[in-house]
Nanobody, 127 residues
Framework: QVQLVESGGGLVQAGGSLRLSCAAS????????MGWFRQAPGNEREFVAV????????YYADSVKGRFTISRDNAKNTLYLQMNSLKPEDTAVYYC????????????????????WGQGTQVTVSS
């Protein structure tokens, strides 16, 4: 089993940056694909980015491509999301998620792929 705890959210002006962290429990962190999703009030949960193959494969939603970077530190059991050039439409609760990674080519962009979720961290971008 995996337990996930997000941190690093906050209030930032448009054009600014934030770095989110997701601390994972257990000793098998490297065996999981890790994803970031976000959900704004009234909206469905939206895919942001995924990190597969213990950090060697990443994929991003078009809305964040070129601005956000997903990465992991397997030694620290921690997933990161570096968010640059933030826009008001990035305002949402950001969640990290995990599922077993069998090192295939599936990108896991749908939330139904994931078995474990954190409680979320709020990101608010002011205009």
């Amino acid at each position: 089993q995996v337990q996930l705890v997000e941190s690093g959210g906050g209030l930032v002006q448009a054009g600014g940056s934030l770095r989110l962290s997701c601390a994972a429990s257990g000793r098998t962190f490297s065996s999981y694909a890790m994803g970031w999703f976000r959900q704004a009030p009234g909206n469905e949960r939206e895919f942001v980015a995924v990190d597969k193959w213990s950090g060697s494969m990443t994929y991003y939603a078009d809305s964040v491509k070129g601005r956000f970077t997903i990465s992991r530190d397997n030694a620290k059991n921690t997933l990161y999301l570096q968010m640059n050039s933030l826009k008001p439409e990035d305002t949402a609760v950001y969640y990290c998620a995990a599922r077993m990674d069998y090192r295939g080519t599936t990108l896991y962009t749908a939330e139904g792929w994931y078995d474990y979720w954190g409680q979320g961290t709020q990101v608010t971008v002011s205009s």
